[in-house]
């Protein structure tokens, strides 16, 4: 079994690879200029299915353990308001929660190891974005 992230570092691993300058989905997204590779609508639909999958075994792990609510993720956000949103959520985390066991594709896993495999499955997509930004478009 891993270590516990404390809430204040997962939030600062989803923060970076959600919106960092240099290396994020947002810097990715944002080098996407023209007519975009129509892969990079699918990643970011892709991470925005995921996060609100991950957030909501979240949330239904801490009212089953009737821990202090956490709450849904937003169900009308898009990937740069949900990626804001979990952030905070994150932050906001009662340590309780940390250690509450999720089922994800058939693994069990501690609420922290969720949110540091989000990040990660978060900074993987990212790079895929970036490359493809970077190709040149042909009409």
Known sequence: MTALFSAAALATLLEEANGHPWESVR????????????????????LTATKRAYWTLISAAAAHAEA???PHPPDDAGLT???EWEVAAARALP???LGLMVT???QTVTVSDLLRLNARHTAWHAGQIAA???RERSA
């Open 27 to 46: 810097s990715a997204l944002a080098g996407a200029e023209g007519q975009p590779h129509p892969r990079i609508a699918a990643l970011a639909s892709h």
């Open 68 to 70: 202090i609510p956490v």
């Open 81 to 83: 308001r949900l990626m």
């Open 95 to 97: 340590e309780s929660a």
């Open 104 to 106: 994800h594709s058939g």
């Open 132 to 134: 493809l930004a970077r």
